[in-house]
């Protein structure tokens, strides 16, 4: 679905034009192997100690590139908060209230029926849901 090794990864940024710097690369990777959907703060948090030279302004540009370049899509979760995911397809994500993890939701985009848009074409779907995740309903009820 997405490139995971340092070499695909390269190969990846290489050919939607994006020089493969030791930084982006990592983020990119930082990306693929956490599908936490992490925000610019916890990315920085993670790897900024590998990359003495990382900046918090280079994980936001680098951010806004991936995103520029159809290879990252942006969430917006709660209020102004965004996080990052390199899974570029239609999915649907759920946060748990009780452990604040994201979760994606495969769509079915094509099986949809929205009547409202009979003969449109749809490009982007966001959708979002909350509640609380079955391994937290398992730990209330015990
Ligand atoms: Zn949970
Ligand atoms: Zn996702």
Known sequence: MYP???????AHLELKGIKPS?????IYQ?????????????????IGNDLVTLSKTT??????LFVEKGIAIPIHVE???VRYDVDIQNHAHFKCQEC???YDVELDVASM???????????????????ICSECMKKTSN
């Open 4 to 10: 995971k090794s340092i070499e695909d990864i390269k």
């Open 22 to 26: 030791l930084q982006r690369v990592k």
């Open 30 to 46: 930082y990306l693929s192997e956490n599908k936490s959907h992490p925000t610019v703060d916890e990315i920085y948090l993670d």
């Open 59 to 64: 994980v936001y540009n680098t951010l806004h």
């Open 79 to 81: 209020g102004n908060e």
């Open 100 to 102: 604040g993890r994201v």
């Open 113 to 131: 029926n929205f009547k409202e848009l009979d003969g449109f074409q749809i490009d982007e779907l966001q959708m979002f849901m909350r509640g």
